[in-house]
């Protein structure tokens, strides 16, 4: 196997999270994540207990694993081609699991708990304060979105975890909402930090895109997400103008300055603060007159030189897009490239987006495309095509090993196309079945 430059399999996940048949990485040289075996035991029922732990890019394909339970080996034979047993454990006292990988020669230990549950492993949470908004309603927090990260380089995920008022709002609908608040936790319960996001960062599904991920490389996870005037950090320092409130009569955020900020993901503490891109500018100019459109947000991680990971913030769908791909070097968060379908040229590329997009190397270059719905935006931050079929929901990247081919199944709301198959290096429709109906959902799964 020539060691500089392999293709994956399609069942090799990497860095990306992406499974790819066809991408071509520069093993050598790409900025990889430094994790560890990543063991844990949770009881499956009061008779057994699962342990799971983790393959590393670092071990031999061929390796295999020992497990201990209390320094007693519990395994009648290695351990080859899994990273899963179940031990028949009826005990009710805490348990040491250890795995060994044999030709590595390392063991990694987790503790299960005397009281530990059936089927999950219970992190005890920190829920905010109750809240009442202006006109004296009382609200207060779920636990909603969360991404994981090594933030303090031990070689474990952490959560960071987003919490939503319960008055948060969809864009299409007026109302005051909640601030949006960041917790960091270790799989303990230890909370390391928390973030406000403020006042001036609306609350719903589509206002923030936070990204966990290292960034500049030192070993430590970063978080990069749009911030905003009043957003306080997790060391208590606030972001532009405290005292601004550019919150409308109806609850809308339509004016005001924006930011992206870099946060420490060990502390919370914000590194580096710059003005959003893409801004946004004219309210109108994203497809209506009340912020429903223009704060459509997305945002994903992506290896645009292949090299070294980038964070892409999006913003509109239904008419104008625009992405912009940022660089964090430890010091400095730069702009690596935008593309805005409202530039000359780009016609085709407007009201492409959907709710969600995929990551992948779509052409085989060993660098990484923003698949964002009927559109693909080349690495270099080009169109790289337009399918010409408008908005729609929902969207699956999925790959073929027999041709290490990506493909790209989707569904559409203009009441016309119905559901695709495309290619996605070029957007050659496979098949097609059309529809005067819109079609709302779809999947696609092996």
């Known amino acids: 196997m020539n060691k500089k430059l392999i293709t994956l399999s399609a069942l090799a996940v990497f860095a990306t999270g992406v499974a790819s048949s066809q991408a071509k990485y520069d093993m050598d040289n790409i900025q990889l994540e430094k994790l560890g075996r990543g063991v844990v035991a949770i009881r499956e029922n009061p008779e057994k207990v699962a342990i799971s732990w983790r393959y590393l890019s670092s071990d031999p394909m061929s390796e295999s694993f020992n497990i201990y339970r209390n320094g007693k080996k519990i395994n009648s034979s290695p351990i080859k081609k899994a990273t899963f047993f179940v031990d028949k454990y009826t005990g009710t006292d805490s348990a040491v699991y250890t795995v060994e990988a044999i030709q590595a020669k390392n063991k990694t230990s987790y503790t299960l708990p005397a009281d530990a549950p059936c089927g999950y492993v219970n992190i005890p949470l920190n829920r905010p304060a109750l809240g009442v908004d202006p006109f004296g309603k009382e609200y207060y927090y779920t636990a909603n979105d ?208 959907n709710h969600n997009l995929r990551v992948a190397d779509v052409d085989g270059d060993g660098c990484d495309e923003i698949i964002y719905g009927q559109m693909t935006v080349d690495n270099d931050g080009t169109g790289l095509y337009s399918t010409g079929m408008y908005h729609g929901d929902a969207i699956h990247l999925l790959s073929d090993v027999n041709n290490e081919k990506y493909y790209v199944w989707c569904c559409h709301e203009n009441r016309k196309d119905g559901s695709s198959l495309r290619d996605a290096a070029t957007g050659e429709v496979i098949f097609q079945f059309p529809s005067n109906k819109d079609i709302g959902r779809c999947m696609a799964a092996d």
């Not at 299409?172 to 928390?194: I, S, V």
């Not at 589509?206 to 978080?223: M, N, P, R, S, W």
């Open 146 to 353: 969360a991404s994981m990260g090594d933030v303090d380089g031990d070689g474990e995920y952490e959560i960071i975890l987003k919490w939503d008022p319960t008055n948060s709002h969809d864009n299409a609908h007026d109302g005051f909402t909640g601030p949006t608040y960041l917790d960091c936790y270790k799989l303990n319960g230890k909370q390391l930090w928390r973030i406000d996001l403020g006042e001036n960062i609306r609350s719903g599904a589509h206002y923030t895109q936070f990204l966990v991920y290292d960034f500049d490389g030192d070993g430590k996870a970063e978080i990069i997400c749009k911030t905003a005037d009043g957003t306080q950090d997790g060391e208590g320092r606030v972001i532009g103008d405290r005292r601004a409130d550019h919150r409308t009569i109806k609850g809308r955020i339509m004016s005001g300055k924006e930011y992206l900020t870099v946060f420490n993901g060990e502390t919370g503490r914000a590194m580096a603060t710059t003005d959003y891109q893409p801004p946004r500018g004219n309210v109108s100019d994203w497809g209506d007159g009340y912020a429903n459109r223009s704060d459509r947000f997305l945002a994903c991680v992506a290896y645009l030189d292949g090299k070294r990971p980038s964070a892409v913030m999006c913003r509109g769908y239904y008419t104008r897009s625009v992405l912009a791909a940022y660089d964090w070097d430890g010091k400095d968060l730069k702009v690596r490239w935008i593309f805005d379908s409202n530039k000359p040229g780009n016609e085709k590329y407007s009201g492409q987006g």
